[in-house]
């Protein structure tokens, strides 16, 4: 018989303020939420909690789409699930990677045997619409993906209705990262015509990590109908997996009962807040925050019309110890921000306003607690 290892504690976490780049603070209301007695997943009472998530996602998208489902798992799921059905062995993809998550689509779209290429602009950088629309127009693409907001730089790719229209000219389909820019800034999908979207629960949404937002137009589902051969991946298979969200409600897996309790919940929140006063909100706390930083000597990495309200990489000055800072605001302030990666990795940090944590209080909080950590 193996036993425990030793008698183990409550748990005891530290009422973290979270300024990272994901996850945000969950509002009580969605922890509220998660604590409700569970139904079955085909529960008359949980369907109606799916209905009511579908139509508020859509109010999230801004979308018609009868395809609009959280997946259950991350925004990597969300990611995965949008590669792995609109992609068959040999279909070329190409993929515009301004930064780490551009990478992960790359890194996918390649496990599902598509011939993937890619154009790359500088981390913190952004493509001219038109640079992407020319290679487009270079062959034939069944997909292009691309990250609306690049959590790992902080900028947003302008252009991507006038992307998607060059897109469609060729016949090639638009998957569309919203993991940070849903919830937290003007995501369009119908206006803008993107066929598949995916986001992430726990930025934006002020929820846990666990759902991964979908949303997939006609054309989309079109080819999707049109495929030669199955998806690869079973549990993301849409076409199964639309079965269960659809009319007919047919088991394919367990849905994620309290999750979809608290993205519920978090979603009648953005409903109640309203989408453009959710979008102000992030916007003026932001500003609030590249002011601060800007007067703490702590530049902007990001020009100002790319800049994402919900993630803020100031650059580092020299003598600033990047770990050493990031320790001490956890340790003795609870406050949570992030380093950054790959060709940024010591050179920025990662500051989130998202959802919930997107306070002036936090702003403030954060401000002056850098001001005394940085004058020691
Ligand atoms: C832009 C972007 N895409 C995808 C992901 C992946 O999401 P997750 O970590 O929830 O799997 C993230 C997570 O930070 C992200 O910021």
Redesign the pocket.
């Known amino acids: 018989m193996l036993e425990p290892e030793k008698t183990y504690t409550d748990l005891n976490t530290s009422a973290r303020i979270l300024l990272g780049?994901?996850p945000s603070m969950a509002h009580p209301r969605v922890l509220r939420a998660m604590a409700t007695p569970l139904v079955g997943h085909l529960d008359p009472q949980f369907l109606q909690v799916m209905t009511d998530v579908q139509e508020l996602l859509r109010y999230a998208f801004q979308t018609h789409n009868h395809l609009t489902i959280p997946v259950s798992g991350?925004?990597?799921?969300g990611?995965e699930a949008a590669l792995c059905n609109f992609l068959e062995p040999g279909d070329r993809a190409l993929v515009a990677v301004m930064g780490y998550?551009g990478e992960?689509l790359v890194e996918m779209a390649a496990r599902y045997g598509a011939q993937v290429e890619r154009i790359d602009a500088p981390w913190g950088q952004v493509f001219d619409p038109q640079e992407v629309i020319d290679v487009l127009k270079q062959q034939p693409y069944k997909l292009l993906a691309l990250?609306h907001?690049?959590?790992?730089t902080g900028a947003a790719q302008p252009g991507i209705a006038e992307i998607a229209a060059a897109a469609h000219a060729q016949g090639t389909l638009v998957v569309l990262?919203t993991?940070?820019s849903l919830g937290t800034m003007p995501v369009t999908i119908d206006e803008w015509d993107v066929d598949v979207a995916y986001s992430?629960s726990?930025?934006g949404l002020s929820c846990p990590?666990g759902l991964?937002p979908l949303t997939v137009n006609e054309r989309a589902r079109a080819a999707l109908r049109a495929r030669k051969t199955p998806v690869a991946n079973w549990y993301l298979d849409l076409m199964a997996v639309e079965n269960y969200w659809g009319e007919t409600r047919t088991y394919h897996h367990t849905a994620p009962i309290s999750m979809n309790f608290a993205l519920r919940e978090g979603l009648r929140m953005l409903a109640e807040e309203g989408l453009e006063a959710r979008w102000a909100r992030h916007r003026q706390n932001a500003e609030a925050l590249w002011t601060g930083l800007e007067d703490l000597d702590l530049p902007l990495l990001v020009e100002p019309p790319y800049r994402l309200p919900a993630l803020t990489t100031p650059r580092l000055a020299p003598g600033i110890e990047d770990l050493p800072v990031r320790k001490t605001l956890l340790n003795e302030y609870n406050i949570e921000i992030a380093g950054g990666f790959g060709p940024l990795a010591g050179k920025v940090w990662r500051i989130g306003l998202m959802g919930h944590s997107s306070r002036k209080e936090n702003v403030v909080m954060l401000l002056g607690a850098l001001r005394e950590i940085l004058n020691r």
């Open positions: 780049p994901g991350t925004g990597s799921a990611m998550f992960r990250v907001a690049e959590t790992s990262d993991v940070t992430g726990q930025k990590p991964a």
